[in-house]
């Protein structure tokens, strides 16, 4: 998180929302994604009567699934605010350390389920408003004040996507939203010297001496 999140949050965020991104804040929202695969319709209703999920949708059932466990995690870490669970006044925190963490996985490309989901919500919330690029800044800023609706609808779509097994609004959907934009590409790419990971320490340094 120090070492890669952090950093890259710094150099996409504006600053007083970078700084609000922090470890607690990203481990929340994978908490809740965790938790949110279990949520959700167990099966698709069908024209043809029940049948699953996954065999509905096809091909882009697991870019469909992780979109669906971050942005209900999402949501129901609004939920528990409102509810007193949590302290409202970390949801800035909660949604600075979201979007910090869909930089910092789709710098890997959308080939994969995680990637194709995040840009997804990246594309989508920008639509949306609740992410704004600031020329004056030359950073990404986070509306907190869009975020809860613009998630809020974003779950209900996705939510009705796995209830329905409808594949070709399921394509259609990230035929829309499921690539990475000109602008955002060129910034990931100047921050290649961000670490991807780190590097562990060598088993030697573990082994006791004879």
Known sequence: MNY?????????????????ASAEGYLATTMMH????????AYSRTAAGKKDIRESIGGEFSGLEEA?????GLYGLKWLADH???????????????????????????????????????????????????????RYAIDFARMPDAVASLAKELLEQEATGDSKRVNAWFAKYGSIGAALAKLLEGIIDVPVDIEPFPLS????DD
Do not use: C
Not at 34 to 41: A, T, W
């Open 4 to 20: 890669v999140v952090l950093p890259i949050a710094k150099r996409l965020l504006r600053a007083d929302q970078a700084a609000l």
């Open 34 to 41: 965790e938790i949110s695969h279990g949520l959700g319709p």
């Open 68 to 72: 669906k466990a971050d942005i209900v």
């Open 84 to 138: 007193g669970a949590v302290p409202n006044e970390k949801m800035p925190g909660y949604y600075a350390s979201f979007v910090a963490g869909i930089f910092r996985t789709v710098r890997f490309g959308v080939a994969e389920a995680h990637g194709r989901a995040e840009i997804m919500h990246f594309n989508y919330l920008s639509e949306h408003g609740a992410i704004k690029w600031e020329a004056a800044t030359q």
């Open 205 to 208: 340094d573990f082994m006791l």
